[in-house]
């Protein structure tokens, strides 16, 4: 196998990852839930993990606000963020390794951890 190399290697990943993530039936519903548009969220994933993997800066977003809204409308559990990212680990175990793909897990689990964190934060404001 190979390690991420390359942008088409990210576009691989991302839409390999988001048709197992959409067929989930735990995380599946979560995405109907937020009326999910698959086709302008894949280009944006791709230039977001572009941007960490390849510290080339195509991204522009804030990631942890755009969850904390979808929040507000679709709770998002632990169980969530762990299927999440039991997939993403699967899907690049499966398709690639070396140096990027290891970067690719430590960096998801890393923001997952915080944006679970903040929004149980949010989650506990709220309920105040």
Do not use: C
């Amino acid at each position: 196998m190979k390690d991420i190399a390359h942008r088409e290697d990210i576009q691989f990943l991302v839409n390999t990852f988001y048709k197992t993530a959409l067929a989930d039936s735990l995380i599946g519903p979560v995405f109907t839930a937020a009326k999910f548009d698959l086709e302008s969220h894949i280009p944006t994933m791709v230039s977001f993990w572009e941007t960490i993997l390849f510290d080339v800066i195509t991204y522009q977003g804030n990631p942890m606000l755009k969850h904390l809204d979808l929040n507000r409308s679709v709770p998002l559990l632990p169980a969530h963020f762990e299927r999440w990212m039991e997939i993403w680990k699967t899907t690049i175990n499966n398709n690639f390794e070396g140096p990027l793909a290891e970067k690719a897990i430590i960096r998801a689990t890393s923001i997952g951890q915080l944006m679970e964190y903040k929004i149980k934060q949010a989650d506990q404001k709220t309920s105040l």
